[in-house]
């Protein structure tokens, strides 16, 4: 069953690379169990860096980020044990080959060998990617490093899956494979949260929209209540740009 609890609670975080240029301000939204929530917002909202503090890879400043019971703060081991990530990079694990990176990211993990099989083998076959896991992983295609990213980080069967960007790049087929694995990831409970600038498949896709603006929340949007006449394009148009609802759609209209 879909949105019992709170999985993850993301709470006031705010964020600086450099001094006195905030990238993040008290920025607050939650998942659900089960939910599969889509993070947009325009080139250098501040996405990636939301999504790399919830995943532990940049230090804490202000805020916090709860998943389940265990607090990234306190109980770093637990939080990080439920939770796996699909970058927008693989520059650097480039001179592993790709079997190599599957049992690293399954080592890391502490996932055994025969568990380990029998998750990375169909997803091997959906992707199609058994041809290319005794090359390095830099002589690969983005895409082909993009399947293989997504595949290893399902080792741990994470509660939640964070996806950062992950259609780009890929082919149509994969695209189809990559949406049913969410689907059928959410349908047994696990929860995913993704970024991408690719409105049709949030639309498709997702229970939730989050829409960041200068680096905080700007908009929570339940698509299961939004009437399917408003396009999320018009909605997140209106959010961005400030521009009412009937411009956004003339905009579009004007604009083949
Ligand atoms: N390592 C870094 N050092 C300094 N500034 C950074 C660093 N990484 C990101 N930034 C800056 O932080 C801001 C937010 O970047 P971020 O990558 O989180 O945005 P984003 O919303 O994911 O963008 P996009 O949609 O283009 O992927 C940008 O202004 C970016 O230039």
Redesign the pocket.
């Known amino acids: 069953m879909k949105g019992v609890f709170f999985l993850l609670e993301v709470s006031g975080l705010s964020f600086h690379?450099?001094p006195h240029?905030p990238?993040l301000t008290n920025l607050t939204f939650s998942v659900l169990d089960g939910e599969i929530v889509g993070l947009l917002?325009?080139?250098?909202?501040?996405?990636?860096?939301?999504?790399?503090l919830i995943l532990g890879l940049l230090p804490l400043e202000k805020g916090s980020v709860c998943l389940g019971n265990y607090s990234l703060d306190l109980h770093p081991m637990q939080y990080k044990k439920q939770i796996n990530y699909v970058s927008?990079s693989h520059d650097i694990y480039n001179n592993l080959t790709g079997k190599e990176y599957l049992n690293f990211i399954a080592d890391m993990y502490e996932v055994p060998s025969e568990t380990r099989s029998k998750i990375y083998t169909p997803l091997i076959e959906a992707f199609q990617v058994e041809k290319y896991l005794n090359s390095p992983i830099k002589k690969l295609s983005h895409g082909t490093k993009q399947k293989i990213a997504v595949i290893a980080s399902l080792v741990n069967d994470p509660l939640l899956w964070v996806l950062?960007?992950p259609m780009t790049g890929l082919d149509v087929e994969s695209v189809q494979v990559l949406k049913e694995l969410i689907q059928s990831r959410a349908a047994h409970g696990k929860s995913v949260l993704f970024?991408s600038?690719i409105l049709e498949i949030c639309e498709n896709l997702c229970d939730k929209i989050v829409i960041?603006q200068a680096?905080t929340l700007q908009k929570t949007i339940e698509l299961r209540d939004n009437p399917s006449y408003i396009s999320l394009e018009d909605i997140y148009l209106e959010v961005v740009n400030d521009v009412p609802m009937d411009k956004g759609f003339s905009i579009k209209q004007n604009n083949p």
């Open positions: 690379y450099q240029v990238v917002g325009k080139n250098g909202v501040g996405k990636t860096t939301a999504l790399k927008d950062d960007e970024s600038h960041m680096g």
